[in-house]
């Protein structure tokens, strides 16, 4: 039963333009979510979170927005550039839980 | 700042055998949780200490144990290496300053574990 889900396993956009990112939960007990990028032979690198008090959270080129009702965020990169080129992971922990739910990622490639 | 560290890099090992994977946590962080990722999958949370404890533990079997040490590093040990046991492992420190509250936890590099 996966918990998070990331139903696009690749996206593909021209540098410049925006990339948006989805990502869908089920459990209601999650609080707190976070987008990590993962580059091949590397581990995978924080980028961005957001608490369920919020709707949306913003840091430089990096946007997460949070629809509770709907169990869903999303991760708008803009302006994209090559060097965002990487897997994605939505990741989510809750309530008594400690542990990060991660989804299977996208892989995002951005054409010069 | 240090990062979090993982040895060794890459690690072959038969089935049957036993495996140690090491991590040093973060400057400043007292939590550490270790993930499994396979091919193509999210990381799997494993297990997570804090201050030395086991702090909850995802579903994987008992030969699956782990340590953490007062300087906040920590180990992960295989028994019984088992074909399906292949996997990059992850580790990840954080710092909690409630057990179980909200934190973001920062990755190191993994061992890629090859068993054959």
């Known amino acids: 039963d996966q918990q998070v889900k990331q139903n696009s396993p690749s996206l593909s956009v021209q540098e410049g333009r925006i990339s948006i990112l989805n990502c869908d939960y089920t459990?209601?007990?999650?609080?707190?979510f976070l987008w990590y990028k993962k580059y091949p032979a590397e581990g995978p690198t924080f980028l961005i979170s957001?608490?369920?008090?919020?709707d949306k959270n913003e840091d430089g080129r990096f946007t997460v927005f949070l629809n509770k009702s709907a169990k869903h965020l999303s991760l708008h990169i803009v302006p994209s550039q090559p060097g965002d080129s990487a897997v994605y992971f939505c990741a989510a922990s809750g309530g008594s839980n400690y542990k990060l739910t991660f989804g299977k990622g996208t892989l995002l490639t951005v054409n010069p | 700042e240090t990062g979090v560290t993982q040895s060794p890099t890459h690690l072959i090992k038969t089935r049957g055998q036993q495996v140690t994977l090491r991590c040093s946590s973060q400057?400043?962080?007292?939590?550490v949780s270790w993930y499994q990722q396979a091919l193509g999958q999210g990381p799997q949370f494993i297990f997570q200490?804090?201050?030395?404890?086991?702090?909850g533990r995802g579903n994987f079997p008992p030969r699956f144990s782990g340590l953490q040490f007062p300087n906040y590093s920590s180990e992960l040990n295989v028994n019984a290496l088992e074909l399906d046991d292949s996997a990059l492992y992850l580790c990840a420190s954080s710092n909690s300053q409630l057990r179980g509250g909200p934190n973001t936890q920062y990755f190191g590099p993994g061992t890629r574990l090859t068993v054959l």
């Open positions: 459990n209601s007990m999650f609080d707190y």
């Open positions: 957001i608490s369920s008090i919020k």
């Open positions: 400057s400043g962080h007292n939590t």
């Open positions: 200490y804090y201050r030395e404890e086991e702090n």
